[in-house]
């Protein structure tokens, strides 16, 4: 049996590339000598004067993805001692009930009805980065990265990869919005919150064990929609009213 | 974020696959090397310079600069500049190994940094080394030496594989000006063949970050069974021992090899390392000894040796994996040391 749903809180969110950030995209086309590791792009983007073609882009799903596997390290299960990457072998959490599943979903299970909570909009660049990008990459959105492998016996370079990235200060904007239900305690919200945080202290998208993808989320507004309201009203809050939305 | 700092002690080269050439990458002046964007000079040609240009393409590839044949270029056109240090007169600079760069600044201006992957290779290949070191019972006769390196720092947890190297993360350094860079003309000892690179200076000082909280903090949640754990848990003094067994390596060669200078630079830099701080090896021109482990070998070739056999050639032939040159600065310095150290 589904809750009712209270309202959703959006977090209008900016999203800062630190280090070069690499997200993979279609490897379809790869010629020899040509770029091995692409960086995913959107084909049309709209901006408000202009219209760019094959432009970066981070998926709300990798972002959603690295969120989850990082909880999963400290987040336990309900009525375990264990965090549940180790209580569950590496395999996402399927119990139904404890935070993750309830913002993430649980994993391949048909026994619970808990709604997905979280959901992570695929975000894009602003025009300011576009125009940097522009400038500094003589025309192109991404820099190549090229990789040398290493003989380790010769010494010698073997044949290099290439690596397409999205370069430092690059800045993507979209929404992470939390749906409340009836019931739903501020933890949940908490819980999003600190997820942030460990992938703030981890990476985004491929590579991160080779040190690609440190960045910076910036939280630029709050917005709560009502839905027991008629009509609908999107309002600005601020993060000490989060407590109220979710009730005591 | 950034916990860590490296101090170049001697220029270090990490290339980006590109080599900037005299036709139209840059313009010499005095002991100044102007790296110009090519895009932007073309879009400011007039119709006349780009006809010009067009009649002049034949001639270029014998090595001739566009800038001396349709115009020098204008000061916006410039990307970065790097100074020229190099005691050779009249110096023909006709390619330069380009260092790696990124974006430095929202203003778009260029940075030179160090990826994360270098310094992770290098933590990697010491803990390697230390672990083959002290047990030399790892060696397979059968596997070369990738192979005895994923078995080595791998480990079976629930039916899965788990790299350990994995959870070890180092992120690119901090991007730096690039009034760091500087070219260099790298020479080859008792050899006349010279290769002209940008390098970041000595003792330059960089922030990077490694993450090795998480690192130790999942090894140890996983309880894991690895008898090698404590060695990778403590990198930094298999960093220290690595690079303390390749200076040592290095001093004999060049003192071998009559080298004072250089002889006397490695004896100077054992005191630099420590197992709080040690010494790394990074980037292009640190020749095979430290990329390899050649050390093993030369310590006991009976069993270390089959490690360094050609698997896939059919006759089981030896590489011999020791080297008789090193590739030097003009001023008799090595590159590619850097001293990693923790910040507060
Ligand atoms: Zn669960």
Not at chain 2, 10 to 23: A, F, M, Q
Request: aromatic fraction near 8%; charged fraction near 35%.
């Amino acid at each position: 049996m589904s809750k009712a749903l209270k309202g959703i809180i959006k977090i209008e969110c900016k999203i800062r590339v630190l280090t070069g950030l690499h997200i993979g995209g279609s490897k379809e086309n790869v010629e020899i000598g040509g770029i091995d590791n692409i960086v995913i792009k959107v084909p049309v983007l709209k901006l408000d004067e202009a219209i760019e073609r094959d432009v970066p882009y981070i998926p709300g799903s990798s972002i959603k993805g690295k969120m989850r596997a990082l909880l999963e390290w400290v987040e336990k299960p309900e009525g375990s001692m264990q965090v549940i990457a180790l209580e569950n072998k590496g395999e996402p959490c399927n119990c139904g009930r404890c935070r993750v599943c309830k913002l993430f979903g649980a994993h391949k299970n048909a026994k619970t009805e808990e709604p997905v909570r979280l959901r992570v909009e695929d975000f894009y660049p602003t025009e300011k980065t576009i125009d940097m990008w522009k400038k500094f990459l003589d025309g192109d959105f991404v820099e190549v990265k090229v990789e040398n492998t290493i003989d380790r016996i010769k010494g010698t370079a073997l044949h290099p990869r290439h690596q397409e990235r999205v370069i430092p200060f690059s800045e993507f904007t979209g929404f992470i919005k939390i749906r409340v239900h009836e019931g739903d305690r501020k933890e949940l919200f908490d819980t999003i919150i600190r997820g942030i945080q460990l992938l703030e202290d981890d990476y985004l998208g491929g590579s991160g064990s080779r040190g690609y993808g440190k960045v910076k989320f910036i939280k630029e507004k709050i917005l709560w929609t009502d839905y027991r309201k008629q009509p609908f009203e999107e309002k600005t809050v601020d993060e000490n009213e989060i407590a109220n939305i979710y009730g005591a | 974020m950034y916990n860590y700092r490296l101090k170049t002690l001697t220029p270090i080269h990490i290339g980006n696959g590109n080599k900037l050439s005299n036709n139209f990458d840059y313009f010499i002046k005095g002991t100044q090397i102007n790296v110009i964007s090519f895009d932007r000079y073309i879009s400011n040609l007039s119709e006349d310079e780009i006809s010009k240009l067009e009649s002049y393409i034949e001639t270029l590839e014998k090595g001739n600069s566009i800038f001396d044949l349709i115009r020098k270029p204008k000061y916006e056109e410039i990307k970065y500049s790097v100074i020229l240090n190099t005691q050779t007169p009249n110096p023909k600079v006709r390619e330069i190994a380009e260092h790696i760069k990124t974006v430095l600044n929202e203003k778009g201006e260029y940075g030179a940094y160090i990826p994360g992957s270098t310094v992770k290779g290098f933590i990697r290949l010491a803990i390697f080394y230390k672990i083959l070191k002290e047990n030399a019972d790892l060696v397979n006769c059968d596997e070369d030496i990738k192979r005895t390196e994923d078995r080595i720092l791998s480990v079976e947890l629930q039916k899965q594989t788990l790299k350990l190297m994995t959870y070890f993360k180092v992120a690119d350094s901090e991007p730096i000006s690039t009034k760091n860079l500087e070219v260099r003309n790298v020479i080859i000892t008792n050899n006349k063949i010279s290769e002209f690179a940008e390098v970041i200076k000595k003792d330059t000082e960089i922030k990077i970050s490694i993450e090795d909280k998480e690192f130790q903090e999942k090894l140890g949640k996983l309880g894991l069974k690895s008898k090698y754990l404590e060695t990778i848990k403590n990198w930094k003094e298999a960093c220290y021992e690595f690079s303390k067994s390749i200076i040592e390596y290095e001093k004999e060669f060049f003192k071998k090899k009559g080298l004072v200078k250089l002889q006397n630079f490695y004896k100077d830099l054992e005191d630099k390392n420590s197992p709080k701080a040690p010494l790394l090896r990074i980037g292009k021109y640190k020749g095979k000894i430290s990329q390899t482990l050649v050390l093993l070998y030369e310590a006991n070739k009976e069993k270390y040796g089959c490690l360094f056999e050609d698997k896939k050639g059919k006759n089981n032939k030896n590489i011999n994996p020791l080297t008789k040159t090193r590739r030097i600065t003009e001023d008799s310095l090595p590159l590619g040391w850097v001293k990693l150290e923790e910040l507060n």
